[in-house]
């Protein structure tokens, strides 16, 4: 096990400088100049001369590889510059939006836990069922609707018209009501869905016959063999989930003007911020990577095929 997380670090510390440095690349080649968008995110209309000078105090000059490189060495000692609308540092304008993403994060998945997991284990033992229908109409339902139109439906529906929650969100737990349903809603579909069919493989294996053969309950079967032994798919919907929501779900931030990590950096491309969106792109990357290697972790130590393969490998 200690030679595969060696192997998995090694592979990440690749995956991190691969996306930072495209990242770099391609803010480099967009038309808009660096110098330029710092003044006129503050309102100045800068001269040319002013905008000689502070290509050279930004670095600009200076070719496009040794620029990245200065970033690098920046950033690994926590330094990933100063943003150009916010007029503060990148990690200190993301500490300020982090927290509420982090809320919005924890409730919107603990909903989805919370619903998808017995309702997919429900429509696995009444497999063809009414009640197994009725569920998985729901789930195609949720997951066929967009999140931009789900968001809108419900400001229309209990901000506009029934008055019972404001158009803007706040970060208080009335106000984050609206946003946690819209995330919630899609992954609770995709959840039941794949819930059902680990509990479904797993209700048709013999060892759910014999257990039912020597007496066993269906609940004891289902609570101590078959939801353990769907935990490994569980963990990988959640891992995925997890990156999705930390990164901050941008569009349903801003549609509810939600002040989280989403919101800001929409508003980062709006102005061209340059600093704060390679900021955003390095806090994605770092989520995904330890969230994938510690979703691979709990697999490995879950499933002994998985660890028998790597072990041979």
Same mark, same amino acid.
């Given at each position: 096990?200690?030679?595969?997380?060696?192997?998995? *670090? #090694?592979?990440?510390? =690749?995956?991190?400088?691969?996306?930072? &440095?495209?990242?770099?690349?391609? !803010? /480099? +080649?967009?038309?808009?100049?660096?110098?330029?968008?710092?003044?006129?995110?503050?309102?100045?209309?800068?001269?040319?001369?002013?905008?000689?000078?502070?290509?050279?105090?930004?670095?600009?000059?200076?070719?496009?590889?040794?620029?990245?490189?200065?970033?690098?060495?920046?950033?690994?000692?926590?330094?990933?510059?100063?943003?150009?609308?916010?007029?503060?540092?990148?990690?200190?304008?993301?500490?300020?939006?982090?927290?509420?993403?982090?809320?919005?994060?924890?409730?919107?998945?603990?909903?989805?836990?919370?619903?998808?997991?017995?309702?997919?284990?429900?429509?696995?033992?009444?497999?063809?069922?009414?009640?197994?229908?009725?569920?998985?109409?729901?789930?195609?339902?949720?997951?066929?609707?967009?999140?931009?139109?789900?968001?809108? *439906? #419900?400001?229309?529906? =209990?901000?506009?018209?029934?008055?019972? &929650?404001?158009?803007?969100?706040? !970060? /208080? +737990?009335?106000?984050?009501?609206?946003?946690?349903?819209?995330?919630?809603?899609?992954?609770?579909?995709?959840?039941?869905?794949?819930?059902?069919?680990?509990?479904?493989?797993?209700?048709?294996?013999?060892?759910?016959?014999?257990?039912?053969?020597?007496?066993?309950?269906?609940?004891?079967?289902?609570?101590?063999?078959?939801?353990?032994?769907?935990?490994?798919?569980?963990?990988?919907?959640?891992?995925?989930?997890?990156?999705?929501?930390?990164?901050?779900?941008?569009?349903?931030?801003?549609?509810?003007?939600?002040?989280?990590?989403?919101?800001?950096?929409?508003?980062?491309?709006?102005?061209?911020?340059?600093?704060?969106?390679?900021?955003?792109?390095?806090?994605?990357?770092?989520?995904?990577?330890?969230?994938?290697?510690?979703?691979? *972790? #709990?697999?490995?130590?879950?499933?002994?095929?998985?660890?028998?393969?790597?072990?041979?490998?």
């Amino acid at each position: 096990m200690k030679n595969y997380i060696i192997k998995r *670090l #090694l592979s990440l510390i =690749f995956v991190l400088l691969g996306v930072t &440095f495209l990242t770099f690349l391609i !803010t /480099d +080649l967009a038309p808009s100049d660096s110098a330029e968008m710092y003044y006129l995110s503050r309102g100045i209309t800068p001269s040319s001369e002013t905008l000689e000078n502070t290509r050279k105090e930004m670095g600009l000059d200076k070719p496009v590889i040794e620029r990245y490189v200065h970033w690098l060495d920046e950033a690994m000692h926590g330094d990933l510059g100063e943003s150009y609308h916010y007029g503060n540092s990148v990690i200190e304008q993301m500490g300020r939006k982090l927290p509420n993403t982090l809320k919005l994060a924890f409730l919107s998945l603990s909903i989805v836990v919370a619903v998808s997991i017995p309702s997919g284990v429900l429509t696995a033992v009444y497999q063809n069922k009414g009640i197994d229908y009725f569920i998985r109409f729901l789930t195609f339902f949720s997951i066929s609707i967009p999140n931009f139109w789900l968001g809108l *439906l #419900l400001i229309y529906l =209990f901000s506009v018209k029934l008055g019972i &929650f404001n158009v803007i969100s706040g !970060t /208080d +737990l009335k106000g984050m009501i609206l946003p946690m349903i819209t995330l919630a809603l899609p992954l609770i579909g995709a959840y039941i869905r794949q819930i059902r069919t680990a509990a479904l493989e797993e209700l048709n294996k013999d060892y759910v016959v014999g257990a039912l053969s020597r007496g066993l309950s269906q609940g004891e079967i289902i609570f101590k063999h078959v939801l353990p032994n769907t935990f490994s798919s569980i963990v990988t919907l959640l891992g995925l989930s997890i990156g999705h929501l930390l990164g901050g779900a941008a569009i349903v931030e801003t549609i509810f003007s939600y002040q989280g990590i989403g919101s800001m950096i929409v508003e980062a491309i709006r102005v061209r911020d340059y600093p704060i969106i390679q900021g955003y792109v390095v806090w994605m990357a770092l989520i995904y990577v330890f969230v994938n290697l510690i979703v691979d *972790l #709990l697999c490995f130590m879950m499933d002994p095929k998985m660890r028998l393969s790597k072990g041979e490998q």
